[in-house]
Each structure stands twice: as structure tokens, then as C-alpha cells.
């Protein structure tokens, strides 16, 4: 089967849809399966990997680290893409990559799908500042809506997305189908070596959040509760892996809660490298976003064997599972503080919880994930070849000027 991606994301944009379609098409080659992927250019350069058509992209206004590609480029790409005979389309993000997927596939008379990775409902207010939250969310839904009912079937990483969808309409089929882990990736890292890098003591206490440094990440609670940790801990570390729009007010938060001593922003670190090293030179892993629509970033620390300390809410219910490399928390800062500290403080746990955590993340093999993608695929064009969620063949017409 050939299949052709489209996104208005990918590397060396970093985020969870970025490692999802790397992931996805890498497993999908084992499996005898051909991708191709439309993405936009960066000014950081192309990644280099085979079979990226990268289309001009300008800055995106109220998201500097996102690009939008250029719409003429996209329409221009349809007759060469049409020649590489695809057998499905599947769309990776809502934007001009919602539109220009759906417009091949009805050009070529194949199937579209589209991965639902982001809860749209639950961040977009904080990107829109000046519109009312209850106006933004309901945009979001119908906006969701619409883009989905559209498409022959969806895609989402867990159940709670599964059931967003269904409360907004969604007459689509959907299926679940998480992002696994490529364990080839996370092989190595050396904890001594990034407490060193950062000048950090070999015993000092260190919790790690890794991830886009974003409002919706909920990264402003961790700070609130690491206030309830140094009381128990007071050597205790936070650092901060990633970067994004909330980096700012979560430095003046920090400053604002005499942080300065506990909290690290250490920004991007290389996925193949250092990231491995921050992982591993943790105590346990902290994580609070109560939008996430799968975690996977909990799946890495935990087949490195860092112990999870999380709420368990949208896409984490699905993977958390209490004892089993992570201990669960309320969505209390004291309480999870509390969580914390029996942590920190007891070694027994710790190392109890750091073997849970490697097993555990083994059921978690992005083989077996990519083969469940490929059944959906299966369905889904047996399903157009019968006659089944038919679209008619439209013309590659632009959904927002250029």
C-alpha cells in the first residue's frame, strides 16, 4: 500500500505530532508499506529524510515556532503527487494539511483519514486571549466537527479523545490507535552525564518535565506543587525540557514562588542524546497536562526507567496504570506533592517503581501500533471499494487565500 501523509507540522519542528508521523512511517516500511509525506520548510533546514515533499511556509502570527505553507505550492504539488498513485491519504493536522488532504484524495478518488491529535477545545482560548472561553471552545468543536465529518474515518491516540469526539458530533467511524515507542530510540542515556552538564550533585533530588513548554501543559501547577515539595525536599530540582509561548510566564511564576534555587528551564534538548540523559538522571517524572490526548512522553521515561508521577486525565488514563511504573495523582498541588516526596524518600519504591516502569512500557512497541494502523487502512479501503462514506471528486480549491 502506498500512503501519503500530510501535515502542517514535522521535524525539526519538535512536538508529539512530529514523532508520531516519524514513528508511524518508519514501522510502516518494515512492514512493506511506502509513505511519502507533504510538510512545510523551516529556517532551521530539511532533516534530510527520504520521501518529504517540504513546501514554502511563512511564520505563522500568535505561534512563532509553527509555519504555514503556501497554499499555490500546495495546489501546484497534485499533478506530480498524482502520478505516485496513493492509495489513501492521511492527514495529520487541522489547517491547509486538513484541506489539501482531503482535496487530493477526492482528486484521485481515494480515501482520506486524519489522526485527531490535539484537543482543540482545551488550549485554543489560551492562544486567542481576547475572545471569551465559552465562544473558542464552541468554535472548536464545530470547527472539529465539520473537518471530521468529512474525512472516511478517524484516527485518535485514546479512548477519552474517542469520547470527545462522539460528544461533538462526530458521525465518522474512529478507531484507536496510539503512538507506540521505537525502543531502538531509547537505548543509552547516562544520568551522570547530564547531572554533570548541568552542574547538578550526583544525590541531589531531581524531577524532570519534558515536553512543548505551553500554558495547556499545565506547567504552572508543577511549580505551585514543587512549593509544597521543598518543605519535605529543600535541595529538591525541577528542570524543564522543551520550549514554547508559556516559557516566559512560567520564569516570572518561578521567580514570583522564590523557585529560582529549584526550577530549571534547560529549553530543547537532542532527542538522541541528551534528552536520553535527562531521563535518566531523574528521580521521577512529573506531569500535569489535563488536555493531553496520549502522553507519550510518560512511555519514554518509563522504558528508561524513570518512575512517572501524573494526573491521570484525557489521553494519560490510557497509560498510567497505578504501580505499574508510576504512582497517580490527584489533581491537588498538595496531594501530589505528597506523591512526590513518598517518592523521593522512599528508595525501596523508587527502585520498585523503576522496573514496573521498563516492563511495563514494553507493551507499549510501536510494531504492534503500526500494525493496527495498517488494519485500519485495510478497513477503510475495502470500505471506499464497496461504496461506504463516498465523497465526490472536488476541485483543489484554497480554503484561505494564499
Same mark, same amino acid.
Given at each position: 500500500?502506498r500512503?501519503?501523509?500530510? #501535515?502542517?507540522v ?5 512536538n508529539?505530532?512530529?514523532? #508520531? ?7 510502516? @516500511? ?14 532551521? @533546514?530539511d ?6 515533499? *517540504?513546501?514554502?511556509?511563512?511564520? /505563522? ?8 505553507? $503556501?497554499?499555490?505550492?500546495? *495546489?501546484?504539488?497534485?499533478r506530480?503527487l ?23 484524495? *477526492? ?18 482560548f ?40 462522539? $460528544?461533538?458530533?462526530v ?34 533530588? /531531581?524531577?524532570?518535565?519534558?515536553? *512543548?513548554v ?11 506543587m514543587?512549593?509544597?515539595v ?15 509561548p508559556?516559557?516566559a ?14 526550577? $530549571? ?20 517524572? /512529573? ?19 524513570t ?25 491537588d ?7 512526590? /516526596? ?13 522496573a514496573?516502569?521498563?516492563?511495563y ?25 464497496c461504496?461506504?462514506?463516498?465523497t ?6 484554497s480554503?484561505?487565500?494564499?
Amino acid at each position: 500500500m502506498r500512503i501519503l501523509y500530510v #501535515s502542517d507540522v514535522y521535524f525539526p519542528r519538535v512536538n508529539g505530532v512530529s514523532t #508520531s508521523i516519524r514513528t508511524f512511517r518508519a514501522e510502516l @516500511g518494515r512492514l512493506g508499506h511506502e509513505t511519502a509525506l507533504v510538510a512545510p520548510c523551516y529556517p532551521a @533546514g530539511d532533516t534530510g529524510e527520504a520521501g518529504i515533499h *517540504r513546501i514554502e511556509s511563512r511564520s /505563522v502570527p500568535l505561534d512563532r515556532e509553527d509555519r504555514a505553507m $503556501r497554499w499555490s505550492e500546495l *495546489r501546484a504539488l497534485d499533478r506530480a503527487l498524482a502520478a505516485e498513485r496513493f492509495d489513501l491519504v492521511h492527514i495529520q493536522t487541522p489547517f491547509l494539511a486538513h484541506y489539501a488532504g482531503l482535496a487530493f484524495a *477526492r482528486a484521485w478518488g481515494v480515501p482520506a483519514i486524519a489522526t485527531y491529535h490535539t484537543l482543540f477545545e482545551e488550549y485554543l482560548f489560551h492562544y486567542v486571549p481576547f475572545a471569551p472561553e465559552a465562544t473558542m471552545r464552541a468554535l472548536a468543536r464545530r470547527f472539529s466537527r465539520g473537518q471530521c465529518n468529512a474525512l472516511d474515518r478517524v484516527v485518535v491516540p485514546s479512548t477519552p479523545m474517542h469520547q470527545a469526539l462522539l $460528544r461533538y458530533g462526530v458521525a465518522a467511524p474512529i478507531e484507536i490507535v496510539p503512538t507506540g515507542l521505537r525502543f531502538e530510540e531509547l537505548r543509552g542515556g547516562d544520568g551522570a552525564r547530564f547531572r554533570a552538564a548541568h552542574g547538578i550533585a550526583p544525590n541531589r533530588p /531531581v524531577l524532570a518535565f519534558v515536553g *512543548r513548554v505551553a500554558f495547556e501543559k499545565n506547567i504552572d501547577f508543577l511549580l505551585r506543587m514543587l512549593v509544597n515539595v521543598r518543605r519535605e525536599v529543600p535541595d529538591v530540582l525541577l528542570v524543564v525540557t522543551g520550549e514554547g509561548p508559556a516559557e516566559a510566564s512560567l520564569k516570572r511564576l518561578a521567580k514570583a514562588l522564590q523557585l529560582d534555587d529549584n526550577v $530549571r528551564f534547560l529549553g530543547y534538548l537532542d532527542r538522541a542524546t541528551a534528552l536520553l540523559d535527562c531521563y535518566r538522571g531523574a528521580d521521577a517524572f /512529573v506531569f500535569a497536562s489535563r488536555t493531553e490526548t496520549q502522553g507519550l512522553v510518560l512511555l519514554e521515561a518509563m522504558a528508561l526507567g524513570t518512575p512517572v508521577v501524573a494526573l491521570a486525565v484525557m489521553g494519560t488514563r490510557d497509560i498510567l496504570r497505578e504501580g505499574r511504573g508510576a504512582l497517580i495523582a490527584p489533581d491537588d498541588e498538595r496531594e501530589f506533592a505528597a506523591r512526590v /516526596v513518598a517518592l523521593l524518600s522512599d528508595r525501596e519504591l523508587s527502585a520498585a517503581l523503576s522496573a514496573a516502569a521498563v516492563e511495563y512500557a514494553r507493551e507499549w512497541g510501536a510494531a504492534e501500533m503500526a500494525r493496527r494502523l495498517c488494519g485500519v487502512y485495510e478497513r477503510v479501503t475495502a470500505a471506499r471499494a464497496c461504496g461506504e462514506r463516498s465523497t465526490e471528486s472536488q476541485p483543489l480549491a484554497s480554503p484561505a487565500g494564499d
